[in-house]
């Protein structure tokens, strides 16, 4: 059995369930406030379209943001922008400063307490698509950014967010950092054939598909994913397809479910599964690296190639 340590306690990854963090007394909305000073260079009035389609013309960079997504929350902070960031959906951790901050609620935000921070721009993901219209109609600015298909698309978003915030030339250089780590994998695994890979999500054995950054990853790495001939981003495959796909390693990105290598294996007909038989069932104990479209993606990539090729990538 090999075992994926990473570095933070297992929280939220894509829509999973994480538990109720208590709600934190909302600051006056002075108390948040600083200068949104651009990156020479940076144009405004800025256009943009968000991935529904919808046109949002910013006249300056946003000094009151309120960030629905974990991943883009860390994005803001790691470019620099975090002191602008008031208000978080209920699953953000991380950085730690965040723990200070407001929480909106996730799949169902409050917009209560969304128009009392009198925010200048909120940014949501797919699972608050349905309050755009609301946020709309009570006269608050919102994006809406569908999570990434690839990690090209995550580096797109994160230099997308420095344009809108005036922080372009932090963006490109957290985009180069993250480029050149990706790269210096790709040059460790050039010419390798990896095995073959099933990347289990739930105990219901839902899936990465090839349309997501995480499926992009697994192609990095040079891993065949047994799901990558399906069209859902995250696909339920039934047991018998596990089973008859063979998977040479098991990534088990739902620990905080209850799985284990244990499990796997009292699973029937799957002891004789090649992942099963030697042993090559990985365990993500930190689904946020892995998980989150955000910055330290590629520090978990980074662990799944160390978990995967040990020969190839020895521990630091």
């Known amino acids: 059995m090999i075992r994926l340590w990473l570095v933070v306690v297992i929280a939220l990854g894509m829509a999973c369930a994480a538990p109720a963090i208590a709600p934190i007394a909302t600051p006056s909305p002075a108390a948040t406030t600083v200068p949104a000073t651009p990156t020479p260079g940076s144009r405004f009035p800025l256009t943009v379209v968000g991935d529904d389609g919808r046109r949002l013309v910013l006249q300056q960079p946003p000094r009151r943001m309120i960030s629905l997504s974990p991943g883009h929350t860390e994005i803001l902070f790691d470019i620099g922008v975090g002191e602008r960031v008031v208000g978080i959906d209920d699953y953000a951790d991380y950085p730690p400063a965040v723990q200070r901050l407001p929480r909106m609620g996730y799949a169902n935000p409050d917009l209560e307490r969304i128009v009392a921070l009198d925010a200048d721009l909120v940014i949501v993901v797919t699972r608050q698509r349905r309050a755009v219209p ?45 480029r050149q780590r990706i790269e210096d994998i790709a040059a460790r695994l050039h010419g390798v054939q990896g095995p073959t890979v099933f990347y289990e999500l739930s105990p219901q054995l839902h899936t990465v598909g090839p349309k997501t950054f995480l499926g992009d ?34 990534v088990l990105g739902d620990i905080g479910s209850g799985e284990s290598a244990a499990t796997v ?16 069932i990985i365990l993500v104990t930190d689904i946020d690296i892995l998980h989150r479209p955000g910055p330290r993606v590629v520090e978990g990539m980074e662990q799944l ?12």
């Open 134 to 178: 609301e946020l709309e109609r009570l006269g608050i600015p919102s994006l809406f950014l569908a999570e990434p298909e690839s990690l090209e698309g995550l580096l797109e978003r994160i230099l997308l967010l420095g344009e809108i915030t005036g922080r372009r030339g932090s963006a490109e250089t957290v985009v180069a950092d993250m």
């Open 305 to 316: 190639a160390r978990a995967v090729y040990p020969h190839r990538f020895p521990a630091p």
């Open 217 to 250: 990853m697994l192609v990095r790495l040079q891993l065949q994913n047994i799901a990558a001939g399906t069209t859902s981003p995250f696909p339920q495959l039934s047991q018998e397809q596990v089973i008859s796909s063979n998977p040479d390693v098991i």
């Open 265 to 280: 294996a009292a699973r029937s007909g799957w002891q004789d599964v090649s992942a099963v038989r030697n042993g090559r």
